[in-house]
């Protein structure tokens, strides 16, 4: 049995390819930002992944200016799997204002997921976002590296984010 870090809820079974996920991580070295609009910046982060028993993951991602440790960017929301596929899904709220449902699929311990739908509100900052490609894998060393791609109303699909955490509990 698999059990999260933070309680004794036994693990849905729909969930265990998904288990190499569950806990929190914590960026060692700052990760790297990039966009053609923006100045280069650098940043940490830690994720936590999480349940309750359910067929769902819990998961909250924080970013922090890695010079003045500012917060910077939030994303909070779930992962489902579609039982019996390797299809995966998040959905995902983000303090910009933007909600998007990315899709894709798990491939050993590896998730490619890109943009399904995204909503946001209506005095959200532009250029708006119309496309996020994100891809999760658990190296071999232990490590989980996250890269993130955007297109906007004005920029095609660019590589934005890359970063590398270990499992901090």
Not at 37 to 56: A, C, D, N, W
Not at 58 to 68: D, I, K, P, T
Not at 124 to 151: F, N
Request: charged share 15%; hydrophobic share 35%; proline share 5%.
């Amino acid at each position: 049995m698999i059990y999260s870090l933070k309680s004794a809820m036994e693990l849905n079974p729909v969930l265990l390819p998904l288990s190499w996920l569950l806990g929190t991580w914590a960026s060692n070295e700052p990760g790297e930002g990039t966009y053609p609009s923006i100045k280069p910046f650098r940043y940490t982060e830690k994720l936590h992944f999480s349940h309750v028993g359910q067929p769902v993951i819990n998961f909250m991602f924080n970013a922090f200016h890695a010079e003045s440790n500012k917060p910077l960017h939030r994303e909070c929301g779930f992962i489902r799997v579609q039982q019996g596929t390797n299809r995966v899904a998040f959905v995902i709220a983000q303090n910009s204002g933007l909600v998007e449902i990315e899709e894709g699929e798990l491939t050993g311990n590896q998730l490619k997921l890109q943009t399904q739908s995204l909503g946001r509100i209506s005095f959200a900052k532009e250029p708006h976002v119309q496309q996020i490609c994100r891809v999760l894998q658990l190296r071999p060393d232990g490590k989980l590296e996250q890269t993130v791609s955007m297109a906007t109303d004005n920029q095609s699909l660019t590589q934005h984010l890359h970063i590398t955490y270990s499992r901090s509990c």
